[in-house]
């Protein structure tokens, strides 16, 4: 899905999607469909080839899904989101990974949808102790073969030593992540 997320918390300041965007939305060599998708001025389209790409490879592979921006964003229609699940669901060889910053969209999405396919490891983002108790408790209420957390970027001591189960049933997290901001305008993480 090609697209320009918006901003929703403080760690979105930084933002490494719309620093990539402001310089694309001005490259003569992209179409300018996709131009004025970046630069903000048209809605998401759904990138056929793209959407297409692991059927194509036979190698298993981990996948990072809307990477460059957020698969549960308001404006990306459910029938984009019903075509990714439907490329997920058909290539059970492959792990994919999505990360959002809305989970409360992702579980009315999984409501919908019913059991998410095993090879779909479901995660948030977080920056803050508010954000990871906010978006995790969502994240727990989704059945997913895994719950990711990406703590990036890292803005204050996060403790999530409440989410994490010794047994798998408690609905604990199976994966952290941690990261901190980087280039010029990169706010300090001295924890």
């Known amino acids: 899905i090609v ?39 048209a809605s998401p389209y759904l990138d ?28 990306v229609p459910v029938r984009f989101v019903d075509r990714v699940m439907d490329v997920i669901d058909r290539t059970m060889r492959h792990t994919y990974i999505v990360l959002t910053k809305r989970p409360a969209r992702a579980k009315t ?22 954000t990871a108790d906010e978006r995790i408790a969502e994240l727990r209420k989704i059945q997913a073969a895994r719950r990711i957390v990406s703590v990036e970027p890292m803005l204050e001591p996060i403790d999530l030593r409440p989410y994490l189960a010794t047994h798998r049933r408690q ?21």
Not at 50 to 73: K, N, S, Y
Not at 184 to 190: A, D, E, M, S, V
């Open 109 to 130: 999405y999984a409501d919908r949808y019913g059991l998410l396919p095993d090879n779909l490891w479901l995660g948030v983002s977080v920056e803050d102790q508010q």
């Open 3 to 41: 697209m320009r997320c918006t901003p929703v918390s403080a760690g979105c300041a930084n933002c490494w999607h719309l620093q990539l965007a402001d310089r694309m939305k001005n490259n003569l060599k992209l179409p300018a469909r996709r131009r004025s998708v970046y630069g903000g001025h």
């Open 48 to 75: 056929y080839n793209e959407l297409e790409a692991p059927l194509r490879r036979r190698t298993p592979a981990i996948i990072g899904v809307q990477f460059m921006g957020d698969l549960c964003h308001s404006e």
């Open 171 to 191: 609905c604990g997290l199976d994966w952290v992540i941690i990261g901190i901001e980087s280039g010029p305008q990169r706010r300090p993480c001295p924890y």
